[in-house]
């Protein structure tokens, strides 16, 4: 029990107000009993990395999600709460954090008036100015003389209120950190205009008018018919910020754009829709990325989706620049920004691509581009209405034939003719390599005993792999069970197969290392025993995923035998070690922008079935069997062939089933547990996963859930780009873990 609270749960006091989490799941509960004081006090700090705190209301006996009150991540959070009336009248519970492994002051403190409540807490803020009160029932009236509080919204407060949170860190940091003035016009804005109604462009002047200085605004009309867009322009004329192009021909999106681009003053051009708006700070979010980062000819940020009255309905938090991701849809979409001469020296827009000009024009303008010379800005700097009559509605079939157009042009010559088709969602695409070279493929299966399990993985890859040349071998630990060896021998007769039974202690990374070194193919297909095949070309697709440049590994989607995703790519970092994305999502989750039905890059997948190709596998040594014996082999190796500059692709277009650990024990107990804990702390010392950040993955998202969520924290993100792990904030260091790191109870294998 904790002083002045109710019981915990997964908690453990480590000193007086000191405690850690003992689960996933650690949280307390709050309530006032028959005759306890009416106010309660809770304060937060974290001892390790910042803390995503949560509180929930109950109703009816019961906690739900609906009854929410979700914090910005923050290393220090001070609540209020009025345990006698309003919503946490019948109790609250106390989350502190969701990370698993988590260690944090805790103090709550009970005040029976409102008078003694204020008197608290203006003494714990004088003694401490970084707080702010969070008020859960307390009426701001009473507290007057505290002066710092704020009211969170129960139910997270919605995206409007999360966008305010984001536009107040911006208007912070522009207030305390302020550019120097421009001297002239950095970033122009252009904008093709055909009988826009005048009041979308009220808002979209206006938008860049609340603006920092440093941008124009470039409007070019394309032969308006519409009497009040006429109107609108020819009173808008020579507006401060604002340049009006006029023409008496409609002749596209391209012309006009190229029009403005022509007139363009700024080093630097960024393409709006003239029924869209930028969101505050927009410009300054730009011009510190563009000053922090000369060497960038590609900047790119977040966006909002709105509905017809510009009312925000979702946003697009994307990751850092993927081209595998792209190949598959135009993620990067608005708002962008282009270099005015190098975008002037390739021709501007083209024709021929209406209704998909700018997936044309980004596909273009960033081949040749390396890594470092393309940022992801993560700001929701743009404001996107959707519009049932817009082109990309009213178009659709005909600008989805466009965008792969585009995508059939940019991809010719990276392993021949490239020939784009439907991705799992129609509209979304897949870019098949169809003269890709097809290499021999060794497929490495670690085995003992489970007579059932590799007896199902041969027959299909006898039976159901259409891929024309691979050959099997099997690293067998020792098995007892006598059907095994003799399986073995006759599958030898319908399979290229090879075997070794050794009896070792067990070391799956060892194991892969062993199969490899007999392997005598190109590739290297590490799969669990416990894979069922669902389509025969799943193994054609991984190995034409290697048309990518530079790819090492190739992972798959995999599913539990009731359908829900159990591997969609892995995150580092994910809960303070690694996890997967999506897991247990439905088969017909697609993701946030579609990115479930299309090939993307990630920094890990699985070694479930895992492709390697036979460079990367040799340029990193293998797997590290000493450090990661059995868990987190599979993390460590796709993070050192990330940072070698491999890249790590996973398809959706490869499923099969994945019967998750059927074939081993638990890993919960005895020398497996300490074996297992040796292994988080060697990763989490090894790669800095306690603090990293997954550029595959937006750092709006939670890192500790493996649904997307959106969190705020207490500062902006900086620009990025998705290069291997030593070009982040943390680089690989080979070094021994100590008992102190932070750990995360799972392996990313399964």
Known sequence: MLAGAGPTHQMRRLGPDTWEATGGDPHLHLGRGRFGPRYAVVELEALREPMHSAVYLQTGGAFSEDRRIDFPETRRLLIAVDL???????????????????????????????????????????????????????????????????????????????????????????????????????????????????????????????????????????????????????????VRGLRVLRSTENRGIADATNRALNAAQGDWVGLIDHDDALEPFAVDRLRRAVRVHPEVEFFYTDEVIADAEMRPISAFLKPAFDPVLLSGVNYVNHLSLYRRNRLAALGGLRDGFHGSQDYELVLRYTRGLAAEQIRHVPYPAYRWRQREESVSHAGRVEATERARKALAGHFSGFAGEAVPAPALLPDLHRVRFPDAPRPRVSIVIPNRNCHDLISRVLDDLAERTAYPDFEVVIVDNGSTDMRVPSLYERMAHRLPLRFDIRSEQFNFAAMVNRGAAMARGEVLLLLNNDISVIDPNWLSEMVECLAYPRTGIVGARLLYPNGTIQHAGVVLGLGGLAGHWHYKAAPDDYGEMGRLAVRN???????????????????????????????????????????????????????????????????????????????????????????????????????????????????????????????????????HPSDDQQLMPRSARG
């Not at 203006?122 to 009236?141: K, W």
């Open 84 to 238: 006698s009336q309003g919503p946490a009248a019948e109790g609250v519970r106390i989350d502190p954090s969701e990370h698993t492994d988590c260690r944090f002051r805790l103090r709550v403190t009970r005040r029976r008036t409102a008078r003694g409540l204020a008197r608290y807490l203006r003494n714990r803020m004088t003694e401490d100015r970084r707080f702010v009160v969070n008020l859960i029932g307390v009426e701001p009236a009473l507290l007057r003389s505290v002066g710092r509080y704020r009211l969170p919204a129960v139910g997270g407060g919605g995206l409007s209120d999360t966008l305010d949170r984001i536009w107040e860190l911006a208007a912070y940091e522009a207030g305390h950190d302020p550019l120097p003035q421009p001297e002239g016009v950095e970033i122009s804005f252009l904008v093709p205009v055909y009988n826009a109604d005048p009041a979308w462009l009220d808002r979209l002047l206006q938008s860049v008018a609340d603006q920092a200085p440093g941008a124009e605004l470039i409007l070019a009309d394309d032969g308006s018919t519409r009497p009040e867009t006429a109107a609108w322009l020819a009173r808008h004329d020579g």
């Open 601 to 735: 890059s990630m920094t890990v997948v699985t070694g479930a079935c895992m492709l390697v190709t036979r460079d990367c596998w040799q340029s990193l040594g293998g797997m590290d069997a000493e450090r990661f014996a059995v868990a987190y082999n599979d993390v460590d190796f796709c993070a050192r062939a990330r940072d070698q500059g491999f890249g790590v692709v996973w398809t959706p277009f490869a499923t099969l089933y994945h019967h998750e650990s059927a074939s081993r024990g638990s890993d919960l107990i005895g020398e497996k547990a300490r074996r297992f804990q040796r292994e988080k702390m060697a990763l989490a010392a090894r790669h800095g996963t306690a603090g990293f950040v997954d550029p595959a993955l937006s750092p709006w998202y939670s890192r500790f859930q493996s649904r997307p969520r959106l969190v705020v924290g207490e500062r902006l993100h900086e620009a990025r780009i998705f290069g291997g792990l030593s070009s982040s904030p943390h680089v690989i260091r080979d070094v």
